[in-house]
């Protein structure tokens, strides 16, 4: 599939394929599984978690000093939340919680909806634009299985029953997903993007605005596997509607018009890195694109070969703009969860 220069409508022109130099290695984190990339505005840090390795991160470009903050088991998803700096909202095999990242103190917001399926944990998740939690699970015995949802977190109300104790409860709004990934909403207001990995598609559905119900799913773009993509894993769109996702066993970052349905560019990590797992738009003016990656299912002698496998890898001014990632608006019950506690020590410089 030959790349194209140019994207729809006046979308500035992107080269074929950016390599070299110009992606450089941030911080050399060394996760098992780096994932979750999204920038904190309040912070002025990369947001990011390593699944595996249990750790919620943040990254100061400047520098590239990585604050970490240990959670008690798997964590698949972290997004802001609406008005605070010091809390962000997680997803851990025992439901959804708010963190205190200058404690490192958890409260429940969600059960774990999977509790009949201990084989399952939480994977990516992304907010809406009105601040709903989505989250989606995998299955960890056996990823090409079909027994993952993809889960929208709404605020509870009387009558839902035990759930309605805590602030949030789950909605299953996708069955038979394998390893659910990569959300998006592009600008219409109208539409979501979603990538189930094992499908190599990225998919689109109606989204209800008000309600937040998905429906008509169809495909917006399909990455072949003779193109060498490896399979498609995190994603965000930029300023101009186009998308950028992370491609694990691929070594790439993939840009691709969905209007056109046309590759624009593509991003090639360094070194031999194969798994680039998610990706997002931060810095000066959201200019400069993170990419996380992984050491996860690599051998002795990949590793020797992918010595910064697991780092966070950027590219200054890549010719494109993101758009503000959204926060998660918690419910007023959530109590103390939602305030900002002047959490300038969230930084940990």
Known sequence: MAASSAASGAAAALPAVIEGERVQ?????????????????GLGRLLHVDITGCT?????????????????????????VRGSNSTVVVCLDSGVHALDLMTGALTR????????????????????????????????????TPTAALYRFDAARLGDGPE???????SRVLDGVTISNGIAWPSDGKSML??????????????????GC???????FHFPEEDGFGWP?????????RLWTAHFAGGEVSC????????????????????????AFGGPGLGDLFITTAREGLGAAELAEQPTAGGIFRVRNVGATGVPAAACLLPSRAGACGADSGAEGARAE
């Open 25 to 41: 290695l941030v911080a050399d984190c060394r996760y098992e599984l780096g994932e979750g990339a999204l920038w904190h505005d």
């Open 164 to 170: 309605a104790e805590l602030p949030l409860r789950a």
């Open 233 to 241: 894993d995190g994603c965000t769109l930029d300023s101009a509607g």
């Open 109 to 144: 917001l969600a059960s774990d909806p999977e509790t009949d399926l201990p084989g399952n944990r939480f994977n990516d998740g992304k907010c809406d634009p009105h601040g709903r939690l989505w989250a989606g699970t995998v299955t960890k015995e056996d990823p090409r």
């Open 56 to 80: 919620v991160g943040l990254l100061d470009p400047s520098s590239g000093a990585v604050a970490q903050t240990p959670v008690p088991g798997p964590v698949g998803t972290v997004v802001p």
């Open 194 to 211: 979603f990538i189930d990995t094992p499908t190599r598609r990225v998919d689109r559905f109606d989204w209800d605005e008000a309600s």
């Open 256 to 279: 691709v018009d969905l209007e056109l349905r046309r590759l624009v560019c593509r991003v090639k990590l360094p070194g031999s890195v194969r798994n680039a797992t998610s990706v």
């Open 214 to 220: 998905i429906s008509n799913r169809r495909a917006a």
